[in-house]
């Protein structure tokens, strides 16, 4: 059974750059033709997707972030990162990886992520 | 672009049926699918491609997509239902959810 972890600084000045890492467990992430996604949720607010990634590299990214937005893989690692660049604190939010490109299942448990000086 | 429309609340009575809508532009042309968020929890996919259901999803939960109207369907609706449900569906490879319904079971 697939489970994925999200791991990361909780706390980012503004201006500064978010990198988060996705640990994957129980399943190869370059195996099955899966994608891989990143999804955040504002407090108290909807979910909003940010993007995926292929184990090959092949990325796409939701148009509002994708000047700002790298999703990368590692398959030595069976881990994929998310890096955020000139965050504020609109950029305040849980973040999730879960699995899949149009649908997602699973999800990791999500980390806080807030942007602060 | 591409929106889903989702009422803000529902509310039902136990063991009563529960109907969650999510409207989009000719959203019944596309595949539509449905998240359960618990208080504190991750989302769970709870039914894909408009009216499936993953593995360890009880009966209970239906899905229809049609025109420009998805619905879920908690049938016999139990008090460890009450969650924010999302749907979901994607335009043009970009990932759409709608903005949440808290379901409410009182």
């Known amino acids: 059974q697939v489970q994925l972890q999200e791991s990361g600084p909780g706390l980012v000045k503004p201006s500064q750059t978010l990198s988060l890492t996705c640990t994957v467990s129980?399943?190869?992430?370059?195996?099955?033709?899966?994608?891989w996604s990143w999804i955040r949720q504002h407090p108290g607010k909807g979910l909003e997707w940010i993007g995926y990634?292929?184990?090959?590299?092949?990325?796409y990214y939701t148009p509002s972030l994708k000047s700002r937005v790298t999703i990368s893989v590692d398959t030595s690692k069976n881990q994929f990162s998310l890096k955020l660049t000139s965050v504020t604190a609109a950029d305040t939010a849980v973040y999730y990886c879960?699995?899949?490109?149009?649908?997602?299942?699973?999800w990791g448990q999500g980390t806080l992520v807030t942007v602060s000086s | 672009s591409f929106e889903l429309t989702q009422p803000p609340s529902v509310s039902v009575s136990p063991g009563q049926t529960a109907s969650i809508t999510c409207s989009g532009d000719?959203?019944?042309?596309?595949?539509a699918c449905w998240y359960q968020q618990k208080p504190g929890q991750s989302p769970v996919l709870v039914i894909y491609?408009?009216?499936k259901r993953p593995s360890g999803i009880p009966e209970r939960f239906s899905g229809s997509n049609s025109g420009n109207t998805a619905t879920l369907t908690i049938s016999g609706t139990q008090a460890m239902d009450e969650a924010d449900y999302y749907c979901?569906?994607?335009?043009?490879?970009?990932?759409?959810f709608g903005g949440g319904t808290k379901l409410t079971v009182l």
């Open positions: 990634i292929y184990y090959s590299g092949s990325t």
């Open positions: 879960a699995r899949g490109q149009h649908l997602f299942d699973p």
């Open positions: 129980g399943g190869s992430i370059s195996s099955d033709n899966y994608y």
């Open positions: 491609h408009n009216n």
């Open positions: 979901q569906a994607w335009d043009s490879s970009n990932v759409v």
């Open positions: 000719k959203l019944g042309a596309k595949y």
